[in-house]
């Protein structure tokens, strides 16, 4: 192999076709493993699934063909319609709140200065913990019996008596949309960052001159210049909140009276705890096609194919 | 990211761009808040036992290992979890850098059929969200005999970093220079050579940023490995602490929970720490720039 390829500039066309052929097999050498793993860990799987949403395959183990009927019945079940309005919900709170603190902070640390960077680490430390990790500290801090937040609000005299914060829908909802901007406000802050500083100075101080105030610079220089990866960061962090399950799944278990129970979480109920693997795989079916039109906006804004 | 325009006389940095000692005061108090959760929940772990539901607020009356200790006693034990989950994570960044460095390679530099095509499958997964397909996943684990298996796991977790690995590292062979590999065919050295010898050496930047990133994933996976783990004794770190809260005696342990939630931590805060170059240079060329 090794001599054949010494001789790339072949000297007759017969040599030089070889040489050709064998980069050509050298080349599906190098990504053969990456296509063997995508064929039978995503291909393969993708395939799998539209076949099993056409069955009804539960706990007896017993595979028939129902053609659409799962799909029909996902389409009344008010309780997936349910999830995900709820999800939607979610989705709205933690995508809005997480941006605009990331957009902040990201304003407040952009100088490239040491202190600066002392900062943006500490910011990202969160988002780099793992969600289960997060959920494991805030379901302790917002315990009624030994969580710190409530003996924080109790001494600073802004409640009387411990809130027990998971036990009502909206106290709930409240510590998990906090817990998650917490999480995820360093990761909208990096990429908004970058995007940021790749801005050039020279415009600012061109805005300035002409007497222009920071505002006016934000909103006429900083904005419109980043804005397919303010695009970008909206649709990562929704499509995130749209899948979310770890932090719900730790933190209330779908409860309050079942008033948490996210698009992700039903299907799990529908799979692991009904043991309706049919059901469930057409549930996500339809889930993922939403997320796959998401997911191709977001491919678009990558190849910078969209100028929004 | 350091670099900018620190030879600008005026450093202003755009709107807000330069904080004042107030605005810095505020901006650091904020960091505090950010990290406090975590300091927290450090210093809980270290508290005597009991200590942690009897004094929430109060500093430990003194440094003890006992909630650490008290990890040994759920399940197999912290030491199989902990083993397990550096397994999970070593197959997965090694098999990572593997694929992901002869994949991006094979896209740069070679042609050969359906080499477009082939790309945008593998980028294409990234649309895909895995959550919808862990019915067929396990389905398919199954017929390999790899359900509940450490190995199993990792292979999904290097599916879920392909798109990413191949990107980056297709991105990272671009920029080589081809007059270095072409040097290097007249010298005779072998295609697998050229890759390890030559090659990797200069795209090293990216092969740490995909074995960060693999890393951080395998780690820190929670949904994955809730599903196609049901044996206690192949849990990872994550699924661990789902027992620790539990409790032995259906009574929680905030300590021991907290204990187990700082050993799951640490290895993330100190490899993002020391490696956080390549983490921002990841982000810049897999997320935001193309």
């Given amino acids: 192999m090794t001599a054949t390829a010494t001789s790339r500039e072949g000297r007759s066309p017969a040599t030089r076709s070889t040489y050709f052929s064998r980069r050509r097999l050298w080349g599906a050498f190098f990504v053969s493993p990456a296509l063997v793993v995508v064929t039978i860990f995503f291909l393969a799987p993708l395939a799998l699934a539209i076949w099993i949403s056409l069955t009804d395959w539960n706990i007896g183990g017993f595979q028939r063909f129902v053609g659409l009927a799962n799909y029909q019945r996902a389409f009344t079940d008010a309780r997936f319609f349910e999830a995900l309005r709820f999800t939607t919900i979610y989705t709205l709170l933690v995508t809005t709140l997480t941006f605009l603190l990331g957009f902040g902070l990201a304003l407040l640390v952009r100088a490239p200065l040491m202190r600066m960077w002392a900062l943006r680490t500490m910011f990202y430390f969160p988002v780099v913990i793992g969600l289960a990790a997060a959920s494991f500290i805030f379901v302790w801090l917002f315990n009624d019996q030994v969580g710190v937040v409530n003996e924080v609000l109790m001494a600073l005299g802004l409640i009387d008596k411990p809130v027990v914060w998971l036990a009502h829908p909206d106290t709930a909802m409240a510590t998990l949309v906090l817990m998650v901007t917490w999480k995820n406000a360093g990761f909208a802050m990096i990429i908004l960052l970058i995007a940021m500083q790749a801005v050039p100075e020279n415009l600012y101080e061109a805005a300035r001159v002409d007497g222009a105030t920071a505002w006016q610079s934000l909103r006429r220089i900083t904005i419109p210049l980043i804005l397919p990866t303010i695009a970008l960061v909206l649709i990562i962090l929704v499509v995130t909140s749209y899948l979310a399950f770890d932090q719900f799944y730790i933190l209330t278990r779908g409860g309050p009276n079942n008033s948490t129970i996210t698009a992700t979480y039903w299907i799990y109920n529908q799979a692991f705890i009904g043991f309706r693997f049919g059901y469930a795989t057409a549930l996500s079916m339809v889930l993922l096609v939403f997320l796959v039109v998401l997911g191709w906006l977001q491919l678009r804004i990558l190849r910078r194919d969209v100028t929004l | ?290």
């Fill in chain 2, 1 to 290: 990211m350091t670099a900018g325009t620190a030879s600008s006389p005026t450093r202003r940095f755009g709107p807000l761009g330069r904080l004042g000692t107030w605005g810095f005061l505020g901006a650091f108090v904020l960091a505090l808040l950010f990290i406090s959760p975590l300091v927290w929940s450090a210093v809980t772990s270290v508290k005597p036992a009991g200590e942690a539901a009897t004094a929430p607020m109060a500093l430990p009356s003194e440094i003890s290992a006992a909630n650490y200790e008290r990890l040994g006693d759920y399940g197999a034990g912290i030491a199989t979890y902990l083993a397990n989950s550096i397994l999970v994570s070593g197959i997965a960044v090694v098999g990572t850098l593997i694929i992901g460095t002869m994949a991006g390679y094979g896209f740069s530099r070679f042609d050969f059929r359906f080499k477009n095509l082939l790309f945008i499958i593998i980028l294409a997964t990234l649309m895909i969200p895995f959550q919808a397909l862990m019915i067929p996943l396990f389905v398919v684990l199954r017929q390999l005999g790899l359900t509940n298996d450490l190995f199993g796991l990792a292979m999904v977790y290097i599916m879920f970093q392909l798109p990413f690995s191949v990107f980056v590292m297709r991105n990272s062979f671009d920029r080589v220079p081809r007059e270095l590999e072409e040097a290097a065919i007249v010298d005779g050295a072998g295609q697998i050579r050229l890759l390890v010898g030559v090659m990797a050496p200069m795209v090293l930047p990216g092969i740490v940023t995909i074995g960060l990133f693999a890393f951080l994933l395998a780690w820190n996976e929670f949904f994955a490995a809730l599903i196609l783990l049901t044996h206690e004794s192949t849990f990872t770190l994550p699924i661990l602490l789902l027992s620790a809260r539990q409790g032995l005696w259906f009574t929680i342990e905030w300590g021991a929970l907290q204990a187990g939630v700082v050993i799951t931590m640490i290895p993330c805060l100190v490899f993002y720490f020391l490696l956080q170059r390549f983490y921002v240079s990841g982000l810049q060329s897999g997320a935001v720039k193309a």
